[in-house]
C-alpha cells in the first residue's frame, strides 16, 4: 500500500479543469518533487489530497484512508503556499506550531507536557525558538515558512505536503528546510513537495512528477530534468498546453 495513492483524479473549478485523470502513487520514506508552472493544478492537488477540495472524479486514499480521517487521525500534514495564508490572523508562531498538536489533544485542547515539548523541539529544529512569541504575520516570508514546516514536524504526521515552501526564501532558510525534509524522509516520513527551485531538486528530492492537468512524468529528479521533459511541462512544447478545456 503506498502511503498517498491517487486514482483518476478529475478536479474542475466551474469551467475551468484543473486536474485531469491524474494518478499518482508516493511511497513513504522519500522526498517527491512536484513540478509544474503557475496553473498546472499543483496546489489543486495538494487540496484535494488533503480533503480541502472536493474532486470531481477518482480518488485519494492516504495509507489506505480516505482524506477526512486521515486529517483526523493526525496522519497527513500540509503547509499551504503562502497565498492561501491569512497572516493577520491574531496567534503568535509558538500557537500556529502548536496547532499541529491539536490531534493529539482532547476534545478541550488543552496542552500538556508532551505537546509543549514537542513544539518546543519543532521550533528548535527550524531555528525559530527566538521569535516563538511573535505574531506569525510580524515574520520574514522565509521565517513564516519555517513556522510551518515546524507545524509538520510536531504533528509528527506521517505524510506532509508542502507547497512551494521555498518560494520567497533566502539559501540559508532553503537549506534548513531542505535538510529537514531529508531527515523526516529518513525517519519514515512521506514528503511531496512543490517547487519552483529547479536547481535545488537533486539535492531535495529523491525522484519528481511534472504536473500539468495531468501527470507527464514520475521518475528519477535526473530523468525529469531533461530538457525534453521540461519543456513539455512547462508549456514550450507544441502539444504541451494546447488543450482547451472542453
Ligand atoms: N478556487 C478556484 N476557483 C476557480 N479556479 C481555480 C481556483 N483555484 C485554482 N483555480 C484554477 O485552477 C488551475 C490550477 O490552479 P492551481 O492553483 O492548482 O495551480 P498551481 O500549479 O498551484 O499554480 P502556481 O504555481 O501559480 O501556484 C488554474 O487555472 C487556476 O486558475
Ligand atoms: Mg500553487
Redesign the pocket.
Known amino acids: 500500500m503506498s502511503a498517498i495513492d491517487v486514482s483518476g483524479l478529475t478536479v474542475r ?2 469551467d ?1 479543469l ?1 486536474l485531469d485523470d491524474v494518478s499518482l502513487s508516493v511511497e513513504s520514506g522519500r522526498v517527491t518533487g512536484l513540478i ?10 495538494f487540496k484535494t489530497i488533503i480533503g480541502l477540495v472536493r474532486p470531481t472524479a477518482g480518488q485519494v486514499r492516504l495509507e489506505g484512508a480516505d482524506p477526512g480521517s486521515a486529517r483526523r487521525r493526525g496522519l497527513i500534514g500540509y503547509v499551504p ?1 503562502s497565498e492561501d495564508v491569512d497572516w493577520t490572523f491574531p496567534v503568535s508562531v509558538r500557537d500556529v506550531v502548536m496547532m499541529g498538536r491539536y490531534g493529539h489533544q482532547g476534545v478541550l485542547r488543552r496542552a500538556r507536557a508532551a505537546d509543549k515539548d514537542a513544539v518546543g523541539e519543532a521550533l528548535e529544529r527550524v531555528e525559530l525558538t527566538d521569535l516563538a512569541d511573535r505574531q506569525i504575520g510580524q515574520l520574514s516570508g522565509g521565517q513564516r515558512k519555517r513556522a510551518f514546516v515546524a507545524r509538520g514536524i510536531a504533528q509528527g504526521a506521517g505524510i506532509l505536503l508542502l ?2 515552501p521555498f518560494a520567497g526564501v533566502d539559501k540559508r532558510s532553503e537549506a534548513t528546510i531542505v535538510r529537514l525534509l531529508r531527515e523526516l524522509a529518513a525517519s519514515g516520513c512521506t514528503v511531496l513537495v ?1 517547487t ?1 527551485d529547479l536547481h535545488a531538486l537533486p539535492s531535495l528530492a529523491d525522484e519528481a512528477v511534472l ?1 500539468l492537468r495531468r501527470v507527464l512524468f514520475h521518475g528519477s529528479v535526473d530523468e525529469a530534468l531533461e530538457p525534453g521533459n521540461l519543456a513539455r511541462a512547462f508549456g514550450l512544447e507544441s502539444d504541451a498546453d494546447q488543450e482547451e478545456t472542453p
Open positions: 473549478y466551474g475551468v484543473a509544474g508552472m503557475n496553473g498546472s493544478g499543483k496546489s489543486t492537488l503556499q507547497d512551494e512543490s519552483h504536473l
